[in-house]
T-cell receptor, first 114, second 112 residues
Framework: DTGVSQDPRHKITKRGQNVTFRCDPI?????LYWYRQTLGQGPEFLTY????????KSRLLSDRFSAERPKGSFSTLEIQRTEQGDSAMYLC????????????FGPGTRLTVL | GQQLNQSPQSMFIQEGEDVSMNCTSS?????WLWYKQEPGEGPVLLIA?????ELTSNGRLTAQFGITRKDSFLNISASIPSDVGIYFC????????????FGTGTSLTVIP
């Protein structure tokens, strides 16, 4: 197992465009989390899934943000009508619900909105 | 949301020195995690703590879960240049399910 992977690592887009990021968790992990990190700050929780169920989404930043995990494996985070303030690092983490909750992070996707 | 205060914000130390940093919260946590992050990368888990008073080591790193459950400490002994990075604490509150809250980080610079 190679850990949590994210794709793409970098994304540059123009304001108003939609973007989608993918996260592949550690294979035996059933929980998957999305975070946003801006410069000089710690990761900020956005949403999480247990298997395919999205159990917490109230912290998604606006209705332009949505996440899916249709088969309980990989997940996608979509941002519609991007704004310059969406520029940040988007991090994914995974964990196993059957063990003390320890999250392992992927390398992140750096989004730049021009 | 929960507030995690992490201190110091930054440290500049000589190679070989020991380092201490801490994290405090406004409410009780039942899990504390410590991560290290390097530029352009995701946080890497260093140590996980699950019980009040627990003291856990990982090589030159030692972390403790405070007795009050509102704080945690990370010590690095005999620092080396590759210890450079930003160290984050993260806590999980029993009142907010599986959500983790992160501190603002301690930036560590090791001078050879």
């Amino acid at each position: 197992d190679t850990g949590v992977s994210q794709d793409p690592r970098h994304k540059i887009t123009k304001r108003g465009q939609n973007v989608t990021f993918r996260c592949d968790p550690i294979s035996e992990h059933n929980r998957l989390y999305w975070y946003r990190q801006t410069l000089g700050q710690g990761p900020e929780f956005l949403t999480y899934f247990q298997n395919e169920a999205q159990l917490e989404k109230s912290r998604l930043l606006s209705d332009r943000f949505s996440a899916e995990r249709p088969k309980g494996s990989f997940s996608t985070l979509e941002i519609q009508r991007t704004e310059q303030g969406d520029s940040a690092m988007y991090l994914c983490a995974s964990s196993h619900s059957g063990r003390p909750d320890t999250q392992y992070f992927g390398p992140g996707t750096r989004l730049t909105v021009l | 949301g929960q507030q995690l205060n992490q201190s110091p914000q930054s440290m500049f130390i000589q190679e070989g020195e020991d380092v201490s940093m801490n994290c405090t919260s406004s409410s009780i946590f039942n899990t504390w995690l410590w991560y290290k992050q390097e530029p352009g990368e995701g946080p890497v888990l260093l140590i996980a703590l699950y019980k009040a008073g627990e003291l856990t080591s990982n090589g030159r790193l030692t972390a403790q879960f405070g007795i009050t459950r509102k704080d945690s400490f990370l010590n690095i002994s005999a620092s080396i240049p590759s210890d450079v990075g930003i160290y984050f604490c993260a806590g999980q509150s029993p009142n907010t399910g599986n959500q983790f809250y992160f501190g603002t980080g301690t930036s560590l610079t090791v001078i050879p």
